[in-house]
């Protein structure tokens, strides 16, 4: 038994060494072809200098990873062409030169350099820095993967639905919990009826009762008396007043306030798509947020630094497109305003205060429409300068106050106490 | 007795009207004082082009203001042959010399790319404030295509498609001016974003920039 064990380690490491001189023999070959790229009458074998060695393809890997994965995959083509079997369609040499001189082979009149310009319709930028072995490699990596493509990974795929299940799974827990409390409940009740008519009948079959018990237990409950009687008039006209007087009071305080407006817009924008499932920051598109009073609506050259590669067809796309042509904005619907008489600027809060978008603005990556979220009333504002600390950090403006604050006061300097509630402030 | 139930149905029927007031989807909701929602000045983004939207008082738009013979344009361009210079003095350091240089690039054509690297170099001194700064601006202007770490793999990225990894060997070695060219105007692929991103932002994204391809980021 151990006899043959030990012949068969032998037999394996025997045909180890040979493979691994079989690949140095390989790479022997292409460091001799190397020298001969530039003479482009060779016209070597197909696959021929193309290396199987573990080492070499990992390491062509490693660098197809790293400067050409933007562009090429193996098996389907993204910006430039599908690389499967490319070493078939061109030899090694022509491929290295083309590699790292693209544009020059193109211009130098190749005619298969020239077709495929034409049909992709721009230059790939100059590889002139990868060595001849390290494209020998990238390419023993493309072979390697359109012979046996390593299986695609699993996680990526099920990673956007497996934070839903946890979710879906918490509301159908609550649900569960709701009903099985709401059973309970009728059970209970069930239970306490049942006992109370036993109780009742057994009661009645007792002779040992006082006239008095005999009268309770013989008493019928009169819903007509109950309904007409004043006490129970009464409650429910205090009830139906406090509920009108609730609705209306409400109504009357929230006249003017547009919490909850949500106009649609001419072309529907999905922030939920841009800023939630993207995760584009917001000040990537209203990027005056930190300079100016207001948070800029971008204009269409905003939208087209994605776009111009992105969903370029579609009716919604056409509607900017429009605008560009046409030279015209686009007529987007103000959601937030805050009246004339109150001075408010984006700037002194994003960039000073370094406040986020969303404590005003709400949950933004979540809404398929805007909808303003916050009252903007005096109220909600000054609520906020009572509650918010002066983010002073690393600003000297506020050295002084700051120094001037600590004399008179343990408390953190909060924005009403640097002025923040003056009239002034933001109403000049 | 009636009276009573009179007086109750018309309180009722009062609030569901004041409850009709509330803001929902295309209706702001009731406005108590018009005019003050709506500014007759020209404020961005409050333009009313429609006079009978609103009844006349609130109609704020320019009929005299006409760019490319379209009305109702309240903003208007600059001047043609405006040169935006407040730009470039907010750059940071104050020695003559190395401002000078940062306005080079407005000189130089959109595909000089290896000029733009010889000629230009960073006006602004890096500190930590600086870089941290510049990381910020990254992770807002760049991390949607370029990811975080540089490598060309942001969510939108992955949609774009091609977008390079700046850590890549064919980047890492690229002089500043040339990072600086390329975010202003953009190459192959990228669209420039010189409306965008003022010049010292730009420069302060190529100190991180630099620090993402040592792999320090």
Redesign the interface.
């Known amino acids: 038994m151990s006899k043959s064990i030990t012949t068969r380690i032998l037999s394996f490491l025997f045909a180890f060494l040979l493979v691994s001189m079989f690949a140095f023999a390989q790479d022997d070959g292409t460091t001799q072809g190397n020298g001969t790229t530039d003479n482009t009458t060779q016209t070597g074998g197909a696959a021929g200098g193309l290396s199987d060695n573990a080492d070499v393809i990992a390491k062509g890997e490693e660098l197809f990873n ?2 050409c ?3 090429h995959a193996v098996n389907a083509k ?3 062409p599908a690389l499967a079997k490319v070493y078939e369609r061109r030899n090694i040499p022509w491929l290295i030169n083309f590699i790292k001189y693209p544009q020059k082979t193109i211009e130098s009149g190749d005619a298969y350099a020239v077709a495929l310009y034409k049909q992709y319709n ?1 230059f790939m ?3 002139d ?2 060595k001849d072995d390290e494209i020998v490699a990238i390419l023993s990596w493309v072979k390697k993967e359109t012979d046996n493509p390593t299986v695609a990974k699993t996680p990526p795929t099920g990673e956007p639905g497996t934070p839903q299940n946890p979710t879906e799974s918490n509301s159908g827990l609550l649900v569960g919990i709701v009903v099985a409390l709401a059973t309970l409940l009728v059970v209970v009740l069930a239970v306490l009826a049942m006992l109370g008519s036993v109780l009742t009948k057994y009661l009645a079959k007792e002779k040992a009762l006082s006239e008095a018990d005999r009268a309770i237990l013989e008493q019928k409950v009169e819903w007509g008396k109950i309904l007409t009687s004043r006490g129970f008039v009464g409650i429910v ?1 205090f009830v ?2 406090a509920l ?1 007087l609730k ?2 009071t409400e ?2 305080v ?11 817009q001419p072309i529907p924008f999905s922030h939920k798509l841009h800023a939630g ?5 917001c ?2 598109c209203h ?1 005056t947020v930190e300079k100016s009073k ?1 948070a ?2 971008p204009g269409p ?2 939208c ?3 776009h ?3 969903k370029t067809t579609s009716p919604n796309m056409d509607l900017i497109y429009k605008a560009v042509e046409n ?3 686009i ?2 619907v ?1 959601v937030h ?1 805050l ?3 109150a001075y408010f600027n984006h700037a002194q809060h994003v960039k000073v205060a370094g406040l986020d978008c969303t404590n005003c603005h709400g949950n933004i990556k979540e809404m398929e429409v805007v909808q ?1 979220v916050s009252l903007l009333t005096m109220g909600w504002c000054i609520d906020c300068h009572r509650k918010t600390e002066v983010n002073a950090k690393g600003n000297g403006y506020y050295d002084n106050l700051l120094e001037m604050h600590s004399k008179y006061s343990k408390q953190p300097m909060k924005v009403e106490n640097i002025g923040g509630l003056e009239c002034s402030k933001c109403h000049y | 007795m009636l009276s009573r139930i009179h007086l109750s149905i018309i309180v009722a029927i009062f609030a569901c009207l004041l409850y009709s007031c509330e803001p929902k989807g295309n209706y702001t909701g009731t406005e108590y004082a018009p005019n003050m929602y709506h500014s007759v000045a020209y404020d961005p983004y409050s333009q009313i082009i429609d006079s009978t939207t609103y009844g006349r008082e609130y109609y704020n738009s320019n009929p005299y203001n006409q760019y490319k013979g379209k009305k109702h344009i309240n903003m208007m361009p600059p001047v043609e042959g405006t040169v935006p210079r407040q730009n470039y003095r907010s750059v940071a350091d104050s020695s003559k010399d190395a401002r000078d240089k940062a306005l080079y690039f407005y000189e130089l054509h959109v595909d000089s790319f290896a000029l733009a690297g010889r000629i230009l170099t960073n006006p602004v001194p890096a500190s930590d404030g600086v870089v941290e700064e510049g990381k910020n601006l990254y992770l807002t202007y760049c991390q949607p295509c370029h990811g975080e770490k540089g490598l060309g793999d942001g969510k939108v990225g992955a949609m774009y498609k091609g977008v390079a990894n700046l850590t890549g060997a064919a980047y890492k070695n690229l002089p500043e001016g040339h990072i600086f060219h390329v975010i202003s105007h953009g190459k192959g692929r990228m669209w420039g974003l010189k409306t965008t991103i003022t010049p010292e932002e730009r420069w302060k994204i190529v100190h991180y920039v630099k620090k993402l391809q040592k792999g320090e980021g």
């Not at chain 1, 499932?277 to 920051?281: A, G, H, L, W």
């Open positions: 790293g400067n994965k933007q562009c993204v910006v430039g721009q930028p100059n590889h820095f990868l006209s139906f007043v009108v609705v209306a109504a009357l929230t006249i003017g306030v547009q919490q909850g407006y949500a106009p649609d499932q993207y995760e584009i920051d000040k990537y990027h207001h800029s609506i050259y905003v087209m630094n994605c111009n590669a992105i030279d015209e904005p007529q987007w103000r305003n009246p004339d008489l303003q």
